[in-house]
């Protein structure tokens, strides 16, 4: 089956500690995203990637960093640098063409302890 | 600057009920897309239906149907004959000037009660 797969589906962090959120694709999508997605704020976009070895920030990059080494990953590091990382991380692909939908994987829920 | 704006935070309606979630949009560019997506309590979202702005038909989908108007800058959504299952949140989305730039609203939390 074709889909999205996002690990882990729970992480907890403590203060002052980076950690990596993991992303995979089989649907062979140039495209992938991250979303931050905080409760009565719907989803905001961190990053996201066109291609291989390219990435643009989105509206709310800083705390937040990632890398696009294999079309089918794209995973996200939460800096320590990000003030309130804990929130509900989406991420998504598409095709690269205006009005595609995205795809969206099962998010990571992240807990800074 | 797009926008989408969701006013109904939360909905609760009694199974088989009818129940239109609302949706207005804000953009300058003549050339957009639409779209809802459902998130269940999974946490995925699920694409539900696109629209393009030179498309103003209204669409039916089984249970669903989707209203577009570009005068109201609304595109609404119905469900008829709600089901337990139909409880989720609902997100409508605006897409202008690329693919890459997608501004959701707040969404609208359903809930179905048997």
């Known amino acids: 089956d074709g889909g999205i797969t996002q690990s882990p589906k729970y992480l907890f962090r403590k203060e002052g500690q980076n950690v990596t959120l993991s992303c995979e694709q089989n649907?062979?999508?140039?495209?992938m995203y991250w979303y931050r997605q905080d409760p009565g704020q719907g989803l905001r976009l961190i990053y996201y990637?066109?291609?291989?070895?390219?990435?643009q920030k989105g509206d709310i990059a800083e705390g937040y960093s990632v890398s696009r080494e294999k079309k089918e990953s794209f995973p996200l590091t939460v800096t320590s640098a990000q003030k309130n990382p804990t929130a509900f991380y989406l991420c998504?692909?598409?095709?690269?063409?205006?009005?595609?939908?995205?795809?969206f994987g099962p998010g990571t829920r992240l807990t800074v302890l | 600057a797009q926008k989408v704006t969701q006013a109904q935070t939360e909905i609760s309606v009694v199974e088989k009920e009818d129940v239109t979630l609302d949706c207005v949009y804000e953009?300058?560019?003549?050339?957009?897309?639409l779209f809802w997506y459902k998130q269940p309590p999974s946490g995925e979202l699920v694409f539900l239906i696109r629209?393009?702005?030179?498309?103003?038909q209204n669409e039916i989908s089984g249970r669903y149907s989707w209203n577009f108007q570009k005068s109201t800058s609304s595109f609404n959504f119905t469900i008829t004959a709600s089901q337990v299952v139909d409880s989720a949140v609902y997100f409508c989305?605006?897409?202008?000037?690329?693919?890459?730039?997608?501004?959701f609203g707040t969404g609208t939390k359903l809930q179905v009660i048997p």
């Open positions: 998504a692909s598409s095709i690269p063409s205006v009005g595609s939908e995205q795809f």
């Open positions: 649907l062979n999508h140039d495209a």
């Open positions: 990637s066109q291609i291989v070895n390219d990435f």
């Open positions: 953009t300058r560019d003549t050339t957009y897309y």
């Open positions: 629209r393009n702005s030179f498309d103003e």
């Open positions: 989305a605006l897409s202008e000037g690329g693919y890459q730039k997608v501004t």
